[in-house]
């Protein structure tokens, strides 16, 4: 059996990559830096997923053991195995360049010339590309040139909904995930043969189901989650079964999908039946996530190429329809969750500055765009108590 390196046994990493690699018959080797979750796996050798949907299954991951990221055995499995994947948050993959660079090091100085691929699974457009220049800051020039000939770094979009299980649960690395999943890889990207994952799907047209995803069920969800906060819902399904919320949520996945449309031709029916299907697993009654998970990091969020901004800025270049995109955007500037550093920060860049300045250095729009305008009117009415 094939062994694989999966960095991250969170949610995302069990419950979404690690269980299609498992499933396709790789003994996935979990590396993470909590030391109770690797040392549960190594006890267990198995975990639950419950799968929600219309019905709930449950299966069990088996093939699986783990390192700590500091083990310095990892150095050796990474120079034996042929596939690495990621579920880590865009936030760690440079904390773990370092690694990967001693693994090529390693495989370099064995003379190792099998073909390895690195997939990270993040939420983050081009995250194999920022991965493998944060690699290349700790290899010399042969080590790279080596690299580039037989280690493929590859970019993906994913998509499935993995909220944290209730505290109470009988075991910390069981984990409950939607039935909906979605992981699409750019095949010209690999070294050597792609590996055969269940449910990996392959495409030589990344960014656009990379932009579907970021422009639908993450700027959807964003908003829903901003919306809920302010109106004191505690979970997505609260939110968007809330009628005010889930119209301007659905209007604001419509703006972007016209944005869609124009660019990639997506077609129109057919884009209408998938944000009918991100809008329904929003309301999925077995999963309870937390609008305070959903809309952390408003900052990264509220970022220039980001869920939020990226799509407004497109409905500005093809002239489209954009409030309740902007709607959205000025209730994410609203999110002060004061346990969340970065609406902690966040919330400070707007007291310190006009607000106009604020949401300009929060977002990188033009402060005499007319957009910014409009954001702030609603962001002002937001915090003048007047509901949106």
Known sequence: MEKVIQFGAGNIGRGFIGYLLSSSDYHVIFVDINQDIVDTINRDK??????VGEEVKKEYVKNISAISSLDERLIEEINKVDLITTAIGPNVLDKIAPTIALGIQKRYQNKNNNYMNIIPCENMVGAADYLKEQVEKYLNDKEIEFMNSYIGFVNSAVDRIVPPLENDRENIIHVAVEEFSEWIVDKTKFKGNIPKIKDMDCTDKLIAYIERKLFTLNTGHAITAYLGYLNEYETIRESILDSSIQKIVLSAMNES?????????????KHKKYIKKILSRFKNPYLRDEVIRVGRQPLRKLGNNDRLIKPLKRTIEYNLENKNLIKGIAAALSYDYPNDKEAVKMQDILEENTIEKGIAHITGLDIDLKETALIKNEYMKINSKVRI
């Open 46 to 51: 198995k975990y639950l997923v419950e799968i």
């Open 257 to 269: 999908g016209e944005v869609l449309i124009r660019m990639y031709g997506f077609n129109r029916e």
